[in-house]
């Protein structure tokens, strides 16, 4: 069975950090990419960032320079670090994988039960 766990909101002040960690656990074959989802208040969900297996990593016009995924591909884990936080980076954060479990032949979308990011100013 796999799932994504995801950890690390919180609280934090305008002009601050966090980093976020998402882990895909269970039999995975491999990974085709992971990344990112969040969703404000009354606004739709809302691409954050996408890590590809061997790609270059895409952010959303709102956080690039600010934000970035890395990887740790031993662990099957994606990271959100994100510097320079604004009011308006208040959402849910979902992390998003597309992976094929092992015994499968094609790929499947999961995601983690989301996390509050609360940035104060």
């Known amino acids: 069975q796999v799932q994504l766990v995801e950890s690390g909101g919180g609280l934090v002040q305008a002009g601050g950090s966090l980093r976020l960690s998402c882990a895909a656990s269970?039999?995975?074959?491999?990974?085709?990419?992971m990344g990112w989802y969040r969703q404000a208040p009354g606004k739709q969900r809302e691409l954050v960032a996408i890590?590809?297996?061997?790609?270059?990593?895409t952010y959303a016009d709102s956080v690039k320079g600010r934000f970035t995924v890395p990887r740790d591909n031993d662990k099957n884990t994606v990271y959100l670090q994100m510097n320079n936080l604004k009011p308006e980076d208040t959402a849910v954060y979902y992390c998003?994988?597309?992976?094929?479990?092992?015994?499968?032949?094609?790929?499947?979308?999961?995601w983690g039960q989301g996390t509050q990011v609360t940035v104060s100013s």
């Open positions: 269970g039999s995975i074959f491999s990974i085709n990419s």
């Open positions: 890590a590809p297996s061997g790609g270059t990593a």
């Open positions: 998003h994988a597309v992976l094929k479990p092992t015994g499968l032949t094609y790929f499947r979308t999961y």
